[in-house]
């Protein structure tokens, strides 16, 4: 399969995605690290991409999103964008529904 076809796929196949430097656990770069503090503070689940372990993501990616930097942060299929519009969009009230809507609770044990 080729990268783009994979990144596809990926974006089809996860409501909610990160692509970012590093992990949720461990972020790389200031910018990953804060898309995940809006992310986590809304506590629904959320696949991700290390954009540092997969160098032909991190290369193909912004041509196929038209979209330079990371992290970028895809909702059903749709870029929102990366850590400043992330940041915004959390600030208004306007991410959490939306994450809440393509990505429900995990059930309850």
């Not at 949720?24 to 503090?37: D, H, L, T």
């Not at 041509?63 to 600030?91: C, H, R």
């Amino acid at each position: 399969m080729d990268i783009v076809e994979t990144i596809k796929d990926q974006i089809e196949n996860n409501a909610v995605i990160l692509y970012m430097k590093g992990t949720p656990q461990f972020p790389q770069c200031g910018f990953s690290s804060r898309a995940v503090e809006v992310l986590m503070s809304i506590g629904r689940p959320f696949a991700y991409v290390n954009i540092l372990e997969h160098p032909e993501i991190r290369a193909e990616l912004p041509k196929y999103a038209n979209w330079p930097t990371f992290p970028q942060l895809w909702v059903k299929g749709e870029l929102l964008g990366g850590s400043d519009i992330l940041l915004e969009m959390a600030q208004s009230g306007e991410l959490k529904p939306m994450i809440e809507e393509a990505s429900p609770a995990a059930q309850a044990e």
